[in-house]
């Protein structure tokens, strides 16, 4: 099975900050890589998917890129309700593997 | 609105059985692929199984298989997971998701608020 890692695993960044996050396919899932966002002891939403695509409602500042690979989420100027952790996931097919977790905090 | 209630979720000693359900409305829910997700305490996000638009595939996590069986009622708008020899590690809060397309791709565009499953004697 392919495998999903996230770096860093935290991070924490001052509001204004632009913050980045890259998750690493161990094969190449062309452009099948989506973002989710968990604010603390909420449910998870979806951020980006098709590695670019920002779900419906999503603030532009969010941006995602990449393919095959090698896969950055982009948060151009850190807001204080970005405070989540950010999970990666496969989805080309069957599992759904999620990269462990990206925990973004305010400095 | 798309709303995906789960039910089902209690603690149950180690090698005992359970039943989740989860209720959807607010989309044709037999077009549509359907998921459980799950999250240990404390811990990241774990993909659990998916099965399609019909019930006509199934997958599992190796964690899981030969153990979960998933299956769906699109009479009711119903979707369920039968958990059997269950495990301390089974212990989670466990999310109905709904796909966004009838197959086997795993993207998750709509999640439940989750059925609390805690294995322990």
């Known amino acids: 099975d392919i495998q999903m890692t996230q770096s860093p695993s935290s991070l924490s960044a001052s509001v204004g900050d632009r913050v980045t996050i890259t998750c690493r396919a161990s094969q190449g899932i062309s452009n099948y890589l989506a973002w989710y966002q968990q604010k603390p002891g909420k449910v998870p939403n979806l951020l980006i998917y098709?590695?670019?695509t920002l779900h419906s409602g999503v603030p532009s500042r969010f941006s995602g890129s990449g393919s095959g690979t090698d896969f950055t989420l982009t948060i151009s100027s850190l807001q204080p309700e970005d405070v989540a952790t950010y999970y990666c996931q496969k989805y080309i097919s069957a599992p759904g593997t999620f990269g462990q977790g990206t925990k973004v905090e305010i400095k | 609105e798309v709303q995906l209630v789960e039910s089902g979720g209690v603690v149950v000693q180690p090698g005992g059985s359970l039943r989740l359900s989860c209720a959807a409305s607010g989309f044709t829910f037999d077009d549509y692929a359907m998921h459980w997700v799950r999250q240990a305490p404390g811990k990241g996000l774990e993909w659990v199984s998916l099965?399609?638009?019909?019930?006509?595939?199934?997958y599992y996590a190796d964690s899981v298989k030969g153990r979960f069986t998933i299956s769906r009622d699109n009479s009711k708008n119903s979707l369920y997971l039968q958990m059997n020899s269950l495990r301390g590690e089974d212990t989670a809060l466990y999310y109905c998701?709904?796909?966004?397309?009838?197959?086997?791709?795993?993207?998750?565009?709509?999640w439940g608020q989750g059925t609390l499953v805690t294995v322990s004697s």
């Open positions: 099965i399609s638009w019909d019930g006509g595939s199934t």
């Open positions: 998701t709904k796909g966004s397309d009838v197959g086997t791709t795993t993207l998750l565009d709509y």
């Open positions: 098709a590695a670019s």
